[in-house]
T-cell receptor, first 111, second 117 residues
């Protein structure tokens, strides 16, 4: 399983765009990149998933360079309610599909 | 879609008793479910992988006789913490493997807070 590295914490202000970058140098060919959001005392919530290039949904964008050794989660115009821990994980269809969580990035959005 | 529930959401028990936690995939079938535990201010730690109709696979360091996992159907997995002790107090989270936009994706339950007195 590919190991991921993210910044431990980030601060932002309401209305700003936030970019969280994750390194996964050992990503395998059939691994996908998935980001989750977790609030205190809740289970992680799926945000977005991608394989390469750019993926966008109603809440975020995911940018993946050609070498796939990193990815960047982009949250447009954050609000106070986006304060949470964000996890980047890599995994694929092979094997059990299990995911190993890293430490995640604690995003603090300030008014 | 892709909703996973857990029951109970919290439980308090006395030391030495057993506690069962249920994990259900409500709107999809999950051949594989996973159990995690999370201590305060820490990340999720994978405990075991549960496959429908077969024995669970436990991560290194997780006592299989203490944390009994049963995955009897495609929508239900249970975790039983046997002879619970205060050090077992934690936040237990399950996930179910379903098909996302691109590939298999894990969808997580809301978690169960276990407090052992």
């Amino acid at each position: 399983l590919a190991k991921t590295t993210q910044p431990i914490s980030m601060d932002s202000y309401e209305g700003q765009e936030v970019n969280i970058t994750c390194s996964h140098n050992n990503i395998a060919t059939n691994d996908y990149i998935t980001w989750y959001q977790q609030f205190p005392s809740q289970g992680p919530r799926f945000i977005i998933q991608g394989y390469k290039t750019k993926v966008t949904n109603e809440v975020a964008s995911l940018f993946i360079p050609a070498d796939r050794k990193s990815s960047t989660l982009s949250l447009p115009r954050v609000s106070l309610s986006d304060t949470a821990v964000y996890y980047c994980l890599v995994g694929g269809l092979e094997g059990t599909g299990k995911l190993i969580f890293g430490q995640g990035t604690t995003l603090q959005v300030k008014p | 879609g892709a909703v996973v529930s857990q029951h109970p959401s919290w439980v308090i028990c006395k030391s030495g008793t057993s506690v069962k936690i249920e994990c259900r995939s409500l709107d999809f079938q999950a051949t594989t479910m996973f159990w995690y535990r999370q201590f305060p201010k820490q990340s999720l730690m994978l405990m075991a992988t549960s496959n429908e109709g077969s024995k669970a696979t436990y991560e290194q360091g997780v006592e299989k006789d203490k944390f009994l996992i049963n995955h009897a159907s495609l929508t239900l997995s249970t975790l039983t913490v046997t002879s619970a002790h205060p050090e077992d107090s934690s936040f237990y989270i399950c996930s179910a493997r379903g098909f996302g936009a691109l590939t298999d994706t894990q969808y997580f339950g809301p978690g169960t807070r276990l407090t052992v007195l």
